[in-house]
């Protein structure tokens, strides 16, 4: 069992429809982290939250950080094709060290 | 781009040689990580440094083993590879371990596909 686990593995929608990627986990963190990879690439970084309750958006994308820092969720309105790829979460234990990451989210989205 | 280097790239080995990867930052940052990604796992996290000659096992490190000499490189070895172990593998950096309370941007290499035959 993985200490983020994410939902779904995989998800393939239509363009302009909406989705919600989770991530969820029983420990607390001290922030959390979204990351988006495309392949043959590493992962890249699109947000962190920090605050309980906190929500960022960037763009069509939304992020929120859960109220006990336990979970998060990303929300994309009006998905387009050029927002297909893989979408980690990541964080680490609020008196931790390591950098873990969740089991990724791969996200299709046709035109 | 953060300046992060993996070598090799690719590298095909035979099981029960060592293997050892490289990942050199022109950065200075503190934290190093090393990653496997695997079909359905993500990233698993498999040994990270703080510091020169600091470092720390990650949730799979069994098979593994990492120096760090240089602020700049960070070494991954394999002591007798396996099929297992065929993988992708990502280093990783990070400048600090809390900036106002929240995880600096971890900026990853572009990887280093390793094959175990």
């Known amino acids: 069992t993985q200490l983020l686990e994410q939902s779904p593995q995989f998800l393939s929608i239509q363009e302009g429809e909406n989705l919600t990627v989770y991530c969820n986990s029983s420990?607390?963190?001290?922030?959390l982290q979204w990351y988006r990879q495309e392949p043959g690439e590493g992962p890249v970084l699109l947000v962190t939250v920090v605050t309980g309750g906190e929500v960022k958006k960037l763009k069509r994308l939304t992020f929120q950080f859960g109220d006990a820092r336990k979970d998060s969720s990303l929300h994309i309105t009006a998905a387009q094709p050029g927002d297909t790829g893989l979408y980690l979460c990541a964080g680490v234990e609020r008196a931790g060290n390591m950098l873990t990451f969740g089991g990724g989210t791969r996200l299709m989205v046709k035109p | 781009d953060a300046g992060i280097t993996q070598s090799p790239r690719h590298k095909v080995t035979e099981t029960g040689t060592p293997v050892t990867l490289r990942c050199h930052q022109t950065e200075n940052h503190r934290y190093m990580y090393w990653y496997r990604q695997d079909p359905g796992h993500g990233l698993r996290l498999i040994h990270y440094?703080?510091?020169?000659?600091?470092?720390d096992k990650g949730e799979v490190s069994d098979g593994y083993s990492v120096s760090r000499s240089k602020t700049e490189d960070f070494l991954l070895t394999l002591e007798s590879a396996t099929s297992s172990q065929t993988s992708v593998y990502f280093c990783a950096i990070s400048e600090s371990r809390r900036l106002q309370g929240a995880w600096t941007e971890a900026f990853f290499g572009q990887g280093t596909r390793l094959t175990v035959v």
């Open positions: 420990s607390v963190f001290s922030s």
């Open positions: 440094s703080y510091g020169v000659k600091d470092t």
